[in-house]
């Protein structure tokens, strides 16, 4: 049975509380989410029936600012996974040095079973019943895993009704007609590209000599695979849940993403005329012959619970760059560790996307909107800035760049928490 993502999260807390310096009251305070709400949603179905379905949504600790978190659609969606998830927001917010902190919510349903219809009705009716929970000063959504642009415009429009005033600023996300940001679709995969570029730049080797494997070409992996491809990376890898494609000169990445967009899946990639001739003695490789390719960069875009201590030791990639959330579980990382392989945290990889969430909120608060370049010019600079202090720490330490991530999150944590009043300052006095 995959562990549980909180009790993984947990120890990975505990690993980096060893090397900072913040107050027994901080450090029990990160221990509990701050407030979790459960509601019932009535919705009324196509046939007439009525459905009544479970959802939640996390603040976890807003010491920083108002919380920020997406929205989860999904039949396996708990109480249990909406908090560790809200606590991994926490995270990853003051990783970043965004004033925000951390939340998650989301449905327990299969949205693929409901009609448009049905998606809508639940959409608005998921905020009736959290509107007093959330708002642009208190704690702001976003989407999350089966929820997209369209349902964030459905909820944006539906808080907007109950507060009689347009609150744009209450969800990020939305599409750009509603007052959604330029390059918001393609913040995760651009911000982990800047990462890797930045970090990869330490190690000195160049661009043509570097093979990478990505493992998922949904929004976020086929973005990193593009910079990739243009900046000449040898991207010599790509899979989707059907299965991967490898060839060792390369693999002609804008076809891919062509072929994707016009068939869904990269079945087409192996067999359909053109990108077949373009891709030269490919051969066809399933996720797990991805995972293990002697491969200098391996990026796991798809899913949690990818490498554990299963396959952990067949890796025989030399740096991993986690763009999904969770791919890779603290047993594994302790194998990967001995095995002198560099792990680059999923709170540092993949924070490109609630970093141009969080300009999204900005410009809705501020009235003034951006232009991409403006965007893609703002997140580079904050996200390369923490990802060069976050592999200092990890020298300067000794310590593996994700508890270094960790370390750099609470330090700022610790230090907003100690300004609220900590039993030192009844101790001491003033
Ligand atoms: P997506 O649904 O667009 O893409 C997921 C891709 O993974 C799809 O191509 C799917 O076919 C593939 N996939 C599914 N099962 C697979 C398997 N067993 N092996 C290989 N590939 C498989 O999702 P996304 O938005 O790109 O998110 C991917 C990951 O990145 C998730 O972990 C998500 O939490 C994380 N993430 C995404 C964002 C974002 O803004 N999109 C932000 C932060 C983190």
Known sequence: MAPSILSDANRRLEKALKYVTISDDASERLRYPKASLTVSIPVRMDNGTLRVFQGYRV???????????????????TLDEVQSLA?????????????????????TVNPKELSMFELERL??????????????????????????????????????????????????????????????????GTGAFYVLQALMARFGKAPELTTVAVQGFGNAGSVVARHL???????????DSQGGVYAPQGLDIPSIQQFKTSTRSLKAV?????????????SILTNEELLTLNVDILIPAALENQITAENADDIQ?????????????????????????????????????????????????????????DVN??????????????????????????????????????DALNAKGTRDYYVSGI
């Not at 606590?87 to 449905?107: D, E, I, Q, R, S």
């Not at 369209?150 to 600023?169: F, T, V």
């Not at 540092?348 to 141009?356: K, M």
């Open 270 to 282: 192996y067999c359909e005329g053109t990108v077949c001739n373009s891709v030269q003695d490919h």
């Open 123 to 188: 959409s608005r009716g998921y905020i009736d019943a959290i509107a007093n929970f959330i708002g642009p000063d208190v704690d702001v959504p976003a989407p999350d895993v089966y929820t997209n642009p369209m349902i964030m415009g459905w909820m944006m429009d539906q808080y907007s009704i109950i507060r009689r005033k347009l609150s744009p600023a209450v969800i990020t996300g939305k599409p750009l007609s509603m007052g959604g940001s330029q390059g918001r679709d393609t913040a995760t």
């Open 229 to 239: 491809f243009d900046a000449g990376y040898k991207v010599v890898a790509v899979s």
């Open 59 to 77: 603040r976890y600790d807003d010491t920083r600012g108002p919380t920020k978190g997406g929205i989860r659609f999904h039949p396996s969606v």
């Open 317 to 373: 990639a030399k740096y991993i760059f986690e763009v999904a959330n969770g791919p890779i579980t603290s047993e594994a990382d302790d194998i990967l560790a001995t095995k002198g392989i560099y792990v680059f945290p999923d709170i540092l990889v993949n924070a490109g996307g609630v970093t141009v969430s969080y300009f999204e909120w900005v410009q809705n608060r501020s009235g003034l909107y951006w232009s991409l370049e």
């Open 377 to 414: 010019n703002r997140l580079k600079s904050m996200i390369v800035t923490e990802a060069e202090s976050i592999w200092d720490i990890a020298q300067n330490l000794s310590i593996s760049p994700r508890t270094a991530a960790y370390v750099h999150a609470l330090e700022r944590l610790g």
């Open 87 to 107: 606590f991994w927001m926490t995270f990853k917010c003051a990783a970043l040095n965004l004033p925000l902190g951390g939340a998650k919510g989301g449905v």
